[in-house]
């Protein structure tokens, strides 16, 4: 079973609708997600991160973690052309491994 | 806004060749990482690394691999003997003390081996 998995898409929108991105983890000793940002041919860019369950607000972005289901979304609300990117779910454990594990990542348009 | 730098942003070498792969990490940040994305794939974890020596390392980190950090502020990776497979884009990261789940990440290197 992969550690995690994210639907890569493409997901495409108009803009100023309400964008919902998530993944599946299998591990339960992760307790941090993040949510990265990555533009073509370019360096993650974090957006966010949450730890352990809960949800977490940023702006336009929320990062929401359901450890219960092992599943974690990030919400755009207002979704501009600018947003649009891949999306990259990461996670890790607390103490010990120090590694990122990522998604593969959903590619986002969002069309003017 | 502090950030991490990577140079070259993009090279090639012949199969069989060393490269070195340059980061400069977030001037107060203590622990550094590379990755590596294989087009179309996920990012991949490599190394870590603290205080001047690796506190973790993937499998895909095998003998050919090593990192240094020669002065106060750069960090190397550097390829022994490429090979085809090693082509990607390779990504430095950097996080501060206690806060080893932030990790920044730099624009990458494109690797390309021929």
């Known amino acids: 079973q992969k550690e995690v998995e994210q639907d890569p898409g493409p997901l495409s929108v108009p803009e100023g609708a309400i964008v919902s991105l998530n993944c599946t983890y299998s591990n339960s000793a992760f307790q941090y997600f993040m949510w990265y940002r990555q533009y073509s041919r370019k360096g993650p860019e974090l957006l966010m991160y949450?730890?352990?369950?809960g949800n977490k607000e940023d702006g336009r972005f929320t990062a929401q973690v359901d450890k219960s289901s092992k599943y974690i979304s990030l919400f755009i609300r207002d979704s501009q052309p600018s947003d649009s990117a891949t999306y990259l779910c990461?996670?890790?454990?607390?103490?010990?491994?120090?590694?990122?594990?990522f998604g593969k990542g959903t590619k986002l348009t969002v069309n003017p | 806004e502090p950030e991490v730098t990577q140079t070259p942003s993009h090279q090639v070498t012949q199969m069989g060749q060393e490269v070195i792969l340059r980061c400069v990490p977030i001037?107060?940040?203590?622990?550094f990482y590379w990755y590596r994305q294989i087009l179309g794939q996920k990012v991949e974890f490599l190394v870590s690394?603290?205080?001047?020596?690796?506190?973790?390392k993937s499998e895909i980190f095998d003998d050919q691999f090593s990192v240094e950090r020669p002065d106060g502020s750069n960090f190397t990776l550097k390829i022994r003997s490429t090979k085809l497979e090693d082509s990607a884009m390779y990504f430095c990261?950097?996080?501060?003390?206690?806060?080893?789940?932030?990790?920044?990440f730099g624009p990458g290197t494109r690797l390309t081996v021929t």
């Open positions: 990461a996670t890790t454990t607390q103490g010990g491994s120090e590694k990122l594990v």
């Open positions: 690394f603290y205080n001047n020596e690796i506190s973790e």
């Open positions: 949450t730890y352990s369950s």
């Open positions: 001037s107060n940040h203590l622990y």
């Open positions: 990261a950097s996080s501060a003390d206690g806060m080893r789940y932030e990790q920044y």
